[in-house]
């Protein structure tokens, strides 16, 4: 058997009837002539000539009721349609619908059949999807406009077949039982029909469905057409109607699968709809998130903005440097604090890498350090670095690595020029302050062993009531009780003198002076001292009780020291050394060897072991000149050539600037 393809306005049988004259009910059966065109089962010409199918019982059942009489041409779809060109016949069966056919043909208004292709396969493939088609063999019927479709579709998936060209639907589905095709397209009437009989089964691989009707010629039979629809409005809808009980007749008892619309088509509709539907809220629901993620972003971008105003105005006022750079060390960023600091214009700065400005690193150390910050996020330390002119100055690197931008390395750079002096000066103050500890110790214990000696000497010699050696022995516990007063009053002052000053005052330096000398009038006259002062009128500014203990200490000590000189002098006076300020306390007595200069002024040390003094004078002395930012030394040409203590106190005579040009007046 043998069926053609079904092509856009395809018929499949020509249904030759003759319309009689007359009306139905009375006379002559009107004769249609109806072009027949093979549609297996609905429409085919059988082994015993005769034209047979679901169309015929249906026409046969309407020829009965309307005195018509059927004659059948047989022929193909091509034929069929020049006939009911030519007016050859009276009506066309499966006519689908187009702009084209339509030129031609007038349609009924109720759809015979609704039609489309499936993809047959063996009941053993595991080909049921489109996708599952990709490399495989189809048989297709030649010139069948479901095998083109079908080929478009894959085409447009970008799928890729092989494809077999039989003559007919039986010989497709013959090319897929016998293996020589994976699957065959077929319309559904002949595939619902045929299948068991092949023993293939659907792929529900469903695709190009379409309405067909039936057709007369343009403005034929007219009444013809009427007639059909009118039967066709009836049965339709009627699963008694000769028409369901043909098409099951014909369908190999399965009735053949067809609606006005298949339920696919409305599951697929529905589908569509509710994806629709889906989507434009999905869309909504988009549009609403981008609206919020939109404020979000400009209120991240507004404090981002406010941060980097805040980073800007950060690194415009710190007085620490600041640089920005990449992971090789290349300075990209760089503050005004920097620039001043190191004495390199900005511009120069930014042409420069890390270890052209660092003083203490070489360039492998650098980037080993650059590497090290980089794995553990952050890192504070000590370095130098040099300045445009080549000097350098220690500084304390805080780095931290941010990953962005291809890695940026965040540097501030404090300058630790004051810190270190501090440090500097903390570590000789807890020296000195250790030194101090060990020898008051020491030294206090020298007065405590005189008295605890005496005591016991002293019991002995009450038990012998040797008062004589009583007297001497409470002689020498008094002197040392005294020693021992003397020692802890000045231990007293001298902790005092580390003291900063309070309440600085202007004080006039020849009255200074005046009063020290006064408060040693008694020893200088007794001693027969002569005092000669030659200092200027200056001012000093500072606490005048602590100022005032210098000049009485130097004074005391040159009377002390004076030893038996017989033409003794004291000379007190101001000079200036490249414009400033040295006082100075010289005498013509004892004088010291070169060696002790500078260990003088060491707490409790004495030269000259018969001193009746503590050996804290000096000390006290160049704590409070060390407290005006001073410095005291003393010059003397050996033992017997007297002594000459200078020194100086920058704190007290230069400032505050106004008393200066005083001073020079
Ligand atoms: P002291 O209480 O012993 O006077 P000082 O600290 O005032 O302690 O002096 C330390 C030492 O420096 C003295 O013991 C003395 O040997 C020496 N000395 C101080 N002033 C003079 C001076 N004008 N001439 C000679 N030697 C001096």
Not at 38 to 59: E, R, W
Not at 252 to 267: A, H, K, R
Not at 436 to 447: E, I, K
Request: charged residues 25%.
């Amino acid at each position: 058997m043998k069926f053609l393809s079904l092509l856009p306005c395809s018929f499949l049988f020509v249904l030759l009837l003759i319309l009689l004259s007359g009306p139905a009910a009375a006379g002559a059966p009107r004769l249609v002539r109806v072009g027949a065109f093979s549609l297996y089962p609905a429409i085919f010409q059988d082994t015993d000539g005769k034209i047979k199918g679901f169309y015929v019982d249906m026409l046969a059942e309407i020829s009965a009721k309307e005195n018509l009489r059927i004659e059948y041409v047989y022929g193909s779809w091509k034929e069929g349609l020049e006939r009911i060109k030519s007016r050859e016949v009276d009506l066309l069966t499966s006519v689908a619908y187009s702009e084209e056919c339509a030129r031609d043909m007038d349609y009924g208004k109720i759809p015979l059949l609704t039609v489309w292709a499936e993809l047959y396969v063996k009941k053993d493939s595991d080909l049921n999807s489109l996708m599952a088609v990709e490399g495989k063999k189809i048989a297709v019927m030649k010139g069948d406009h479901n095998a083109r479709y079908f080929m478009k579709l894959v085409e447009k998936f970008g799928f890729h077949c092989e494809y077999l060209e039989e003559a007919d639907f039986d010989a497709v589905f013959q090319s897929v039982r016998q293996g020589r095709a994976d699957a065959g397209v077929a319309n559904v009437i002949f595939g619902s029909a045929k299948r068991q009989e092949y023993d293939l089964t659907s792929s529900e691989v469903m695709f190009n469905p379409f309405d067909i009707y039936f057709a007369v010629g343009k403005g034929q039979n007219a009444e013809l057409l009427a007639t059909l629809d009118h039967y066709l409005g009836l049965w339709r809808g009627d699963e008694n109607s000769i028409y369901h009980q043909a098409r099951h007749k014909w369908g190999g008892g399965q009735g053949l699968p067809i609606e006005v619309i298949p339920i696919w088509v409305y599951q697929v509709a529905g589908g569509v709809v509710l994806l629709i539907v889906a989507g434009g809220i999905f869309i909504l629901l988009l549009r609403r998130q981008v609206r919020i993620k939109t404020a979000e972003i400009e209120a991240r971008e507004a404090v981002l903005r406010e941060n980097h105003l805040a980073y800007l105005s950060l690194l415009a006022t710190t007085h620490d440097g600041f640089w920005l750079t990449d992971t090789q060390g290349r300075l990209l960023e760089v503050n005004d604090a920097y620039v001043t600091r190191s004495g390199y214009s900005r511009e120069e700065l930014l042409a420069m890498q890390i270890c052209d400005l660092e003083a203490l690193m070489n360039r492998e150390e650098v980037a080993a350090r650059i590497q090290n910050v980089m794995t553990i996020g952050s890192k504070v330390f000590e370095s130098g670095h040099q300045r445009k002119d080549g000097s350098a100055w220690p500084v304390e690197i805080s780095c931290s690595y941010s990953a962005s931008q291809g890695g940026r390395l965040y540097i501030f750079i404090r300058d630790i020029t004051d810190r270190n002096k501090a440090k500097e000066a903390l570590q000789q103050k807890n020296a000195e302050m250790e030194r101090f500890v060990y020898t008051v110790s020491h030294d206090l214990r020298s007065p405590l062993v005189t008295v605890k000696s005496f005591l016991g000497l002293l019991q002995q010699d009450i038990a012998a009531e040797d008062q004589p050696q009583i007297e001497k022995d409470l002689g020498y516990i008094k002197a040392a009780t005294n020693k021992m007063e003397t020692m802890l009053n000045e231990l007293l002052q001298l902790s005092r003198a580390g003291r900063v000053p309070s309440h600085p005052v202007e004080i006039n330096l020849r009255s200074l002076v005046d009063e020290a000398l006064a408060t040693v009038a008694g020893r200088l006259v007794g001693k027969g001292i002569q005092v000669n002062v030659s200092t200027p009128q200056f001012i000093l500014y500072g606490e005048e009780a602590r100022l005032m203990q210098i000049w009485q200490n130097l004074i005391e000590n040159s009377i002390k020291y004076m030893g038996e000189q017989p033409e003794a002098k004291i000379e007190i006076g101001m000079e200036k050394k490249k414009g400033a300020p040295v006082f100075f306390v010289c005498d013509n007595g004892i004088g010291i060897d070169p060696g002790d200069t500078e260990k003088i002024f060491d707490l409790f040390t004495q030269i000259n072991g018969q001193s009746e003094g503590s050996g804290l004078g000096l000390a006290l002395v160049k704590r409070i000149v060390e407290l005006y930012s001073g410095r005291i030394w003393v010059e003397s040409a050996g033992i017997g050539k007297g002594s000459c203590f200078k020194f100086t106190l920058p704190e007290a005579t230069d400032n505050p600037g106004k008393r200066k040009n005083d001073n020079e007046g």
